[in-house]
């Protein structure tokens, strides 16, 4: 438990912070993946490049900072963080290394004037506060996964059953577990992590569940990444009877059970988690109106699937937007999603649950048009398929 003193170091380094907390973190990183091999694996490669990851943890530090003294007002972020935290297997045993990198980079970036053995002390305090309650707030989520029917803990071996090619760049895979036993019904817009080992090195990766649930398999729907190790590996190398880990669904943005309109937003492969949601809002009476917004016709996956459900359901109006003209009458508009062309294909009532995914520039831009179209926006959902990130 932190002291009136240490909370009072904690407040005043967080204008520190704000202004070196992600070189603190690059610096974090460095240290960790080079002195510690065995927590390589959980982190992406890429992500660190990109510095999403450095900028998602300085983030995740200022924001716990600033609310030291009413830490309930974190809110969305703990379950953020757990979710991607479950869905990696962070595990208890990876705290310290955290911490204790974390204080070394805080100590070596500031300098010893700044960084006194008090401050770091009141750091280590804090670090600690905030590793116990995401510790606790994991092994909660981990016990419920492995609890629930059909659920378990940590990793289960799983066959590719089924591959399908969805688009020019997008291919389904379906896994069942060896065991034959069931599987935990996932939420809808919930992901999987997957831990395979490509030329003996091992990746942990995210992927949504593109269909509901039957608790028997799960489908994800992955797109070619050039230059990415583990797509470019799914695609061209497993084939049907391979085997590899899973770990349990996990995952906040998920579908909440309402009457409200439903409107489904997806640019390029950030459409694979629209898809369970469509399928389980379609078990109910709700309308729903499926916009997808894709390059062109040939990298457009799952077109003839959502036609076959809108000739079925009465309830569901779907919308295409293609950026490039491709010669085709497919898309229903040609160029890039806009306010107007969103207003036009939501419902007239702006009382809506919105869910949206996509590249990060597209979903800052829907953003902005559900907002400019009088969405409430506690009513506006999104995640991202990598660190999250501010959309500006
Ligand atoms: C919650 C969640 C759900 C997701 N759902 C889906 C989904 O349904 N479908 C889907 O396709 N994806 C999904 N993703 C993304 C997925 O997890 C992977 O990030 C994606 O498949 C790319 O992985 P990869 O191994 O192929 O590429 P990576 O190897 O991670 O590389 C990605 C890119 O970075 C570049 N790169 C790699 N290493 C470096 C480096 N050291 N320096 C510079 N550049 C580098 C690569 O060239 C490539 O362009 C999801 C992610 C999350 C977090
Ligand atoms: C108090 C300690 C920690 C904080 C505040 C923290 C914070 C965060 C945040 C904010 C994210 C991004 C969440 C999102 O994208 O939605 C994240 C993701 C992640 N964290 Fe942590 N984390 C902590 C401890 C750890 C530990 C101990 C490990 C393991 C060694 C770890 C590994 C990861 C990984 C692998 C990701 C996903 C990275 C990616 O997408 O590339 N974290 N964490």
């Known amino acids: 438990m932190l002291n009136a003193e240490q ?11 704000e202004s070196g907390g992600e070189a603190l973190t ?52 703990v379950g953020q963080i757990i979710n991607k935290h479950v869905a990696l297997q962070i595990l ?12 070394r980079a805080i100590e070596e970036v500031l300098g010893k004037e700044i960084a006194t053995p008090e401050v770091i002390a ?10 116990d309650i995401l510790i606790g707030a994991e092994e909660h989520l981990y016990k419920q996964k492995e609890e629930a029917a059909g659920g378990w803990r940590g990793a289960r071996e799983f ?56 608790g028997k398999e799960y489908r ?33 943005f998920t579908l909440t059970a309402s009457d409200k309109p439903l ?17 389980a809002a379609l078990e109910t009476k709700r309308p729903v109106h499926f916009i997808h917004c894709a390059r062109n016709g040939a990298v457009h996956a799952f077109r003839d699937w959502i036609s076959a459900l809108a000739e079925r359901h009465p309830q569901l109006q779907h919308f295409y937007c293609y950026a490039e003209a491709d010669g085709s009458n497919d898309a229903h ?33 829907v953003k902005g048009y559900l907002k400019g179209l009088g969405v409430p926006e506690q009513q506006s959902r999104y995640e991202f398929f990598g660190p999250a990130a501010a959309l500006q």
């Open 263 to 279: 409107v489904l937003i997806s640019g390029g492969v950030g459409i694979t988690p629209t898809l369970a949601m469509l399928e």
């Open 333 to 365: 508009a040609v160029g890039l999603l806009s306010e107007d062309l969103l207003a036009e294909w939501m419902p007239v009532e702006r009382d809506v649950d919105a869910y949206f995914l996509g590249p990060k520039g597209f979903m800052a831009a």
């Open 220 to 252: 994800i729907s992955v797109k070619r990444e050039a230059g990415g190790k583990v797509s470019n590996y799914l695609h061209d190398q497993l084939v049907v009877g391979d085997t590899l880990q899973l770990f349990p669904p996990s995952g906040d």
């Open 159 to 214: 066959r590719l059953v089924r591959r399908a090619q969805e688009s020019s760049e997008i291919v389904s895979f379906y896994f069942a577990p060896l065991d034959g036993k069931p599987v935990l019904k996932a939420e809808p817009g919930q992901y999987i992590g997957l831990q395979l080992f490509i030329d003996g090195v091992e990746q942990r990766r995210n992927y949504s569940l593109s269909a509901l649930c039957d």
């Open 26 to 77: 690059t610096h974090f990183y460095k240290m960790m993946l080079s002195e510690y091999p065995e927590v390589r694996p959980l982190f992406n490669q890429a992500h660190q490049a990109s510095g999403d990851q450095p900028r998602a943890l300085a983030n995740g530090v200022l924001m716990y900072a600033r609310h030291i003294d009413q830490l309930e007002q974190l809110g969305g972020l």
């Open 7 to 17: 909370r009072a170091i904690i407040k005043a380094t967080v204008p520190l912070l």
């Open 92 to 103: 208890p045993e990876h705290y310290p290394i955290v911490g204790s990198c974390l204080l």
């Open 122 to 131: 009141a750091w280590g305090a804090a670090y600690g506060q905030l590793a």
